[in-house]
């Protein structure tokens, strides 16, 4: 099913959303641009356009739109939260981490404030400790993202493993100029 499938009392925003569920980007992409030229100022277009064209792998014109929506407003929140899930995706982890930890900052006190912010915070580190290593500090902010991740989503599923996770990582705390590399086996 397409996004021209739907009655089009639904509109272009709930077609596009169908789109993104249905990984349809290019759809989407189309969709959200025709949504910007109706209203250019909207950061929640900017935002949706980013993630369409992250869905598509054009990391790039990603960044290009989201650097537009960080020159209109460079406090709005989900701006940070399109770049850190932009990082994710290229395995930039320290880039990854900063922005969601900005998203974290600048949205806490919003009642819409997206609690898994904490758990990819946390998982930027946890995938760099696989690859690359982590110094004291870098674990020490990971395990305080997935405690915090822990405290707010109490009923998520994956909670019994974060559990061993960090039980398991809290005897492999690296000390000094240490590095932790662990692949978790």
């Known amino acids: 099913m397409y996004a021209q499938?739907?009655?089009?009392?639904?509109?272009?925003q709930a077609q596009a959303a169908a789109a993104m569920r249905?990984?349809?980007?290019?759809?989407?992409?189309?969709?959200?641009?025709?949504?910007?030229?109706?209203?250019?100022?909207?950061?929640?277009?900017k935002h949706l356009l980013s993630h369409s064209l992250l869905g598509q792998v054009r990391f790039h014109e990603s960044d290009s739109v989201l650097r537009v929506a960080y020159q209109q407003d460079s406090l709005h929140p989900?701006?940070?939260?399109?770049?850190?899930?932009?990082?994710?995706?290229?395995?930039?982890?320290?880039?990854a981490y900063v922005f969601f930890r900005k998203y974290i900052d600048r949205s806490k006190r919003f009642s819409e404030f997206n609690q898994s912010a904490w758990l990819h915070a946390g998982s930027s580190y946890r995938r760099?400790?696989?690859?690359?290593?982590?110094?004291?500090?870098?674990?020490a902010d990971m395990i305080y993202c997935y405690e915090n991740y822990l405290q707010s989503q109490p009923a998520d599923p994956m909670i019994p493993?974060?559990?061993?996770?960090?039980?398991?990582?809290?005897?492999?705390?690296?000390?000094?100029?240490?590095?932790?590399v662990w692949d978790e086996q």
């Open 128 to 139: 760099k400790m696989h690859q690359e290593g982590i110094h004291a500090l870098e674990w």
């Open 161 to 180: 493993a974060l559990k061993d996770f960090l039980d398991s990582a809290r005897t492999k705390q690296p000390q000094g100029n240490e590095k932790l």
């Open 78 to 95: 989900g701006t940070y939260w399109y770049w850190g899930l932009l990082a994710e995706r290229q395995n930039q982890y320290v880039r």
């Open 22 to 45: 249905s990984k349809r980007y290019r759809e989407a992409e189309d969709l959200y641009r025709q949504l910007l030229q109706k209203n250019p100022e909207s950061m929640t277009y």
């Open 5 to 12: 499938d739907f009655d089009e009392s639904i509109g272009p």
